[in-house]
């Protein structure tokens, strides 16, 4: 049985960061496409970051310059290779949502592409 299991949340002031980590578990063989995502109270869940295999990705407007997504693209070990992170920095307000991990079928943000989802971890963002 797959899963991702993630890890790292939790409360922080505006400003300040936090690192949010992913393994998927089970999988045979190296994902290819992984990703975050995030759901604000009351809103619809966002991608807000995707990497692939080689370590590219792309972001959401919305967090591009503070937030990086990255996964060890160079290690031989399985586990490694299907750990992905998300590094938040100069976090806001506006950033307090749940946290997905996600693997995707292809490189993008949209939901529609994911194929199989973590549980959740709440990232609580305070003044």
């Known amino acids: 049985q797959v899963q991702l299991v993630e890890s790292g949340g939790g409360s922080v002031q505006a400003g300040g960061s936090l690192r949010l980590s992913c393994v998927g578990v089970?999988?045979?063989?190296?994902?290819?496409?992984m990703g975050w995502f995030r759901q604000a109270p009351g809103g619809e869940r966002e991608g807000i970051a995707t990497?692939?295999?080689?370590?590219?990705?792309?972001?959401?407007?919305?967090?591009k310059g503070r937030f990086t997504i990255s996964r060890d693209a160079a290690s031989r070990d399985a586990t490694a290779l299907n750990t992905l992170y998300l590094h938040m920095n100069n976090v806001k307000p506006e950033d307090t949502a749940v946290y997905y991990c996600?693997?995707?079928?292809?490189?993008?943000?949209?939901?529609?592409?994911?194929?199989?989802w973590g549980q959740g971890t709440q990232v609580t963002v305070s003044l």
């Open positions: 996600a693997r995707l079928r292809r490189s993008t943000l949209s939901a529609e592409d994911v194929a199989h």
């Open positions: 089970g999988y045979t063989g190296t994902i290819t496409y």
């Open positions: 990497t692939t295999r080689d370590a590219s990705a792309i972001y959401a407007d919305s967090v």
